[in-house]
């Protein structure tokens, strides 16, 4: 495997046979909250970080028509929906990931409009779009109700 190809899939979480990327979204919660926990900045440039890599790897393994092993769009997208959370919690990560994949898999308004741009930037920015929903509406919810969600 490639080393675009290995990034693409982040490790390999791509090539499940079942819900690949239910599984790489998966995948993403522990290291995110990982560097949540060290600083909301910290998750920040970690979703810079892995988006413009997932740019490259998805480029560089000519993934262009997001193929169900490409993953680390989701990786980006679940960094971004965490960033909603005032501190890493098991509800908050469970919400984050539940509002993330919704967004991701129905693919509502604007990430519908992104997955259809060309190449690398449609892998990722339908993704990137998902999971700031997802960040609205976790944000939404620890407004309304606060303390919810850690």
Known sequence: MTPARWVASFL???????APGTVGSAAALLPGLALLWISP???AAGAVVVTLVGLWAVHAARA??????????EVAGQWIALLALPCPSVLG???AFAAFR???I????????AERLPG?????????????????VVWGAGWAVPGLLG
């Open 12 to 18: 390999g979480c791509g090539l499940s046979p079942v």
């Open 41 to 43: 900045l910290a998750l």
């Open 64 to 73: 262009g028509d997001d193929p169900g092993w490409v993953v680390i769009d």
């Open 93 to 95: 990560a469970l919400a």
């Open 102 to 104: 919704l967004f991701d």
């Open 106 to 113: 129905t693919k509502p308004g604007p990430v519908g409009w």
């Open 120 to 136: 690398a930037v449609g892998v990722m920015a339908d993704d990137v779009l998902a999971g700031a929903l997802a960040a609205l």
